[in-house]
């Protein structure tokens, strides 16, 4: 079997539907394309308790997402969880009393940082903190509230 | 029991004889890859045999495979009302799983068997011996270029398995079932990673089509040189790949997925 024109034209047509099925599961499917970690900025939030939070999880305002949690750490001083965002760079006009809150996308889904604007006309910038945060529900808490306030009013 | 013992022990020496022989060949055709790069027409021939011709058997079977998953799939999801994840269902399992380890069963069905049916034959009719008789080394000429193929051609059969699949998958969710389009992959877009999905079922496909091709071709290369032998090298082939796929598979998935 001596190799042929048609056979190295084969051979291109193979590789080259190989590398575009794996440039397609690149760009569709992990959605590469959309955010890099480049052009993004820090900012840090404290928080009683991030709950269920995990590195990656979204960050979003107004119901969009505009960054990605990038590290949860545990100050040992203060007892409070430090969380870590990575803001996308085009969205820099966070005022500086921005308030996150970690919420839950719908009953059982996964949880997220929303961030709620406030009116100063200062903007947080590379390494800026939020001071205003509002701790995860934890379902188990509040039902554990729940169960002991109706207790209560019972007697 | 003492001839129990003896052929235990038996068997035993001759299975770590086989598997030192198998290093010592995976070494030698390793190195021989040198001299198979200033020669493209030997790869490209056995690019064409290895992968082309499993080219029409890998994307029927991802295809097959994407809709079979789109329909469970649906079934299971929709009573819990979650249809709309039906994307990362299909997409992650066929990324991280199917993709790799099916693409590389059919691959060593496919090809595999043919590779080592076609060295036992060359062995068998002292085709081998002719070429080391004319100071060729035949693992340099005929070996190598096939090992570097399979190599080659596994990520790319994988990746258009898990491609196809997942278009299958869409064809029955929103086409068929009435999944939303627009959920079906902006979901899979959201939940799936780059680098933690992709490159990892990228790197699995890369290990089965390094283990595929090296068992077909020492088997081939291994074979008692009759029919028989040769018709035995190829059961083992098909046999001995499916289980090194499959045990690979749990051990780099225990690996890789292990810690979220």
């Known amino acids: 079997m001596q190799h042929t024109s048609t056979q190295d034209t084969l051979v291109g047509l193979f590789v080259a539907s190989g590398i575009v099925g794996l440039f397609f599961l690149a760009m569709q499917v992990s959605n590469l394309s959309s955010f890099t ?10 928080f009683e308790n991030s709950g269920g939070l995990k590195v990656k999880s979204a960050v979003s305002a107004a119901g969009v997402k505009i960054g990605r949690v990038s590290a949860i750490s545990f100050d040992p001083k203060t007892y409070q969880s430090v969380v870590q965002m990575n803001i996308d760079a085009r969205y820099n006009t ?3 009393d921005t308030t996150a809150s970690v919420f839950t996308a719908g009953l059982l889904g996964e949880q997220y940082v929303n961030l709620e604007p406030g009116g100063s006309d200062d903007y947080l910038k590379n390494g800026g903190k939020i001071d205003i945060t509002q701790s995860a529900i934890i379902l188990e808490k509040a039902l554990g509230q729940f169960l002991f306030k109706a207790a209560e009013e019972k007697k | 029991m003492i001839e129990f013992l003896q052929h235990l022990g038996k068997s035993t020496h001759t299975s770590f004889t086989k598997l030192g022989r198998a290093t010592y060949f995976l070494l030698q055709t390793v190195t021989g890859i040198l001299s198979v790069l200033p020669r493209p027409g030997l790869l490209l021939k056995q690019m064409y045999s290895v992968g082309v011709l499993s080219f029409l058997i890998i994307t029927i079977s991802g295809l097959f495979v994407g809709m079979v998953l789109g329909l469970q799939g649906y079934y299971i999801l929709s009573d819990f009302g979650a249809e709309e994840t039906l994307g990362v269902m299909v997409a992650a399992s066929l990324v991280r799983e199917l993709g790799p380890v099916v693409s590389a069963l059919l691959f060593a069905g496919r090809a595999g068997s043919a590779l080592t049916a076609e060295i036992g034959l060359m062995k068998a009719t002292e085709q081998l011996s002719g070429m080391e008789m004319m100071a060729v080394d035949p693992i340099k000429r005929i070996i190598s270029p096939r090992f570097l193929a399979g190599f080659l051609s596994m990520p790319l059969l994988a990746g258009l398995f898990s491609a196809v699949g997942i278009i299958g998958g869409q064809i029955v969710g929103s086409g068929l079932l009435g999944v939303d389009e627009g959920a079906y992959w902006s979901q899979m877009q959201a939940k799936l990673d780059f680098q933690d999905d992709i490159i990892n079922g990228v790197i699995k496909s890369i290990v089965f ?26 059961t083992r082939t098909v046999v001995n790949s499916a289980f090194s796929i499959l045990g690979l598979d749990f051990i780099l998935t225990a690996l890789m997925f292990g810690d979220d």
Do not use: K, M, Q
């Open chain 1, 37 to 46: 970690e480049n052009d993004s900025y820090t900012i840090t939030a404290r």
């Open chain 2, 209 to 234: 089509g390094f283990v595929a091709s090296w068992i077909a071709l020492f088997e081939g290369y291994d074979a008692i040189p009759t029919s028989e032998g040769v018709s035995r090298a190829t």
């Open chain 1, 94 to 96: 966070l005022p500086e």
